[in-house]
């Protein structure tokens, strides 16, 4: 399971320009505002709580 989260920790999420993240994108742009190098990662939207999407 160590490899899991390790991908879900580096993986980048393309939120921008797909309608399925409209609302997260612009959550995520406002909560992140003024910060440098940013990654939408899997992780920053839930993505270690395994049940969310592997059921």
Avoid: S
């Avoid at 899991?4 to 609302?23: F, W």
């Avoid at 997260?24 to 909560?31: I, P, R, V």
């Amino acid at each position: 399971m160590k490899w899991c989260i390790n991908c879900h920790r580096e993986t980048e999420v393309q939120i921008a320009g797909n309608p399925y993240y409209d609302r997260l994108h612009a959550y995520l742009k406002e909560k992140y505002k003024g910060k440098k190098d940013v990654k939408f990662t899997v992780e920053k939207i839930g993505g270690l709580e395994c049940g969310k999407c592997h059921y």
